[in-house]
């Protein structure tokens, strides 16, 4: 993929050094283009090492070949990092006063700037204008991390993690096509790149991760969900423009850029919060493994282990079917439910069988089935899946990173949705 990283004049810039490593060690072509006050932060020799491509601040270097025109026409992604004050407010207005904003203006392909400021230049009203503008237009302005600033100053302005986005960028980026196939139609035709905003004004909430059941105070009932995937989904889902709310039982890593983030740990607590938000979404996906049992009881003090005696079996009870309950009840008019069904072959059926058992007697609009075990499933960066309709059909299968499955599964909802 030929990505142009665009590098705005702060401190931060340091940081998108690492951002060019990780996209160049991925295997992606990068050209950085820098603002003059960028270079005062980190010089042209150091992106020209590693990167491998000349740097250029100005649109009168390279004129025979108008780079400012090329540059963004030949992009499949453009990245800002870090993306100051006066860069976004720049970009806002249309300016085109150096080679960095002249490519935003002629670029055609996804877009993702990464804010970087002091606290009380992030919160201003021109920065929230700038930022709500660009939205509006489709870029992709992550939400700055809180924490440590220049000097003592702690606060929301921080740059989000290299790594952060990295991931979020390339998401963006590697979406499929609304075909299952993931080109534009055409037999053997590339697949697209874009990001559409096909989700403006909607409200989405998902739930990812793995619940856990007490046991006693220091012991539960768990599984290996690290809640990836649910996090991949909310985070396309914003990308696509709608509003989210991801509900996470014990994730593995603090969610970014996924909008409203609501923490649980028990299944109880899970389904009173999915509820809540419910009432007012357009989409509900269930991709939290959701645990079907809990203890009956769960002493307040820790279950000691005594020399020579068996443990008391543990009793289990069954926990509300979440899923199920929301298909059933439809917590608003015309609303859309996706479940998951994480399953494992047996004797009475494989995969694909247990997972259309499911979505028979669940009843949702589409469940998302995929392998686990065995290294697959949770815990991995990819995932594999088949898609079901309510009566159990197969409407499309998707595999790859988790952000492209999440991409195939929200292409299927705005279908439903339109």
């Not at 923490?263 to 509900?284: H, I, N, Y």
Request: glycine content about 10%; aromatic content about 2%; charged content about 25%.
């Amino acid at each position: 993929m030929r990505i142009v990283l665009g590098v705005s004049g702060g401190i931060a810039a340091y940081k998108a050094v690492l951002v060019l490593r990780l996209l160049r060690e991925q295997g992606h072509a990068v050209r950085v283009v820098p603002t003059e006050a960028a270079l005062r932060f980190v010089g042209a020799p150091t992106w020209e090492a590693l990167s491998g491509e000349p740097v250029s601040t100005t649109v009168f270097d390279d004129v025979p070949g108008v780079a400012h025109v090329a540059l963004g026409k030949g992009a499949d992604l453009v990245v800002v990092v870090p993306a100051t004050a006066d860069l976004l407010a720049r970009a806002a207005t249309g300016r085109a006063d150096d080679l960095l904003t002249a490519t935003l203006l002629t670029a055609r392909c996804p877009v993702v700037m990464a804010p970087a400021m002091h606290t009380e230049m992030w919160e201003h009203p021109a920065t929230v204008a700038n930022v709500a503008t660009l939205r509006e237009r489709g870029v992709h302005v992550l939400d700055p991390d809180s924490g440590r600033l220049t000097g003592a100053d702690t606060g929301p302005g921080r740059l989000p993690e290299p790594e952060d986005v990295v991931r979020f960028a390339l998401g963006v980026a590697g979406r499929p096509s609304s075909n299952p196939d993931g080109t534009d139609g055409a037999p053997g035709a590339r697949p697209r790149t874009g990001t559409v905003r096909d989700l403006e004004g909607r409200v989405v909430v998902v739930s990812a991760g793995g619940t856990r059941e007490p046991i006693d105070p220091v012991r539960f009932l768990g599984n290996s969900s690290s809640g990836k995937q649910g996090v991949a989904l909310a985070r396309a889902a914003r990308a696509r423009g709608a509003e989210v709310v991801l509900v996470g039982a014990n994730l593995a890593l603090p969610p970014e850029g996924v909008g409203t983030y609501v923490p649980v740990v028990t299944t109880a607590e899970l389904r009173t919060a999915v509820r809540a938000a419910a009432s007012d979404a357009d989409v509900v996906v269930m991709a939290a493994a959701v645990a079907d049992f809990r203890p009956a009881h769960a002493p307040d003090a820790k279950i000691k282990k005594v020399p020579g005696r068996a443990p008391a079996p543990i009793e289990l009870v069954e926990n509300p079917d979440i899923l199920r309950e929301l298909a059933t009840d439809r917590l608003r008019a015309g609303q859309v439910v996706v479940g998951f069904a994480a399953e494992t072959g047996d004797a009475d059926g494989d995969v694909l069988d247990h997972g259309r058992a499911k979505a028979r007697r669940k009843g949702a609009d589409l469940v998302v089935v995929n392998a686990v075990g065995g290294g697959r499933g949770f815990g991995t960066d990819d995932n594999d899946v088949t898609v079901l309709d309510a009566a159990g059909d197969v409407v499309a299968t998707a595999h790859g990173s988790k952000d492209e499955v999440a991409h195939a599964v929200w292409d299927l909802v705005a279908k439903r949705l339109a």
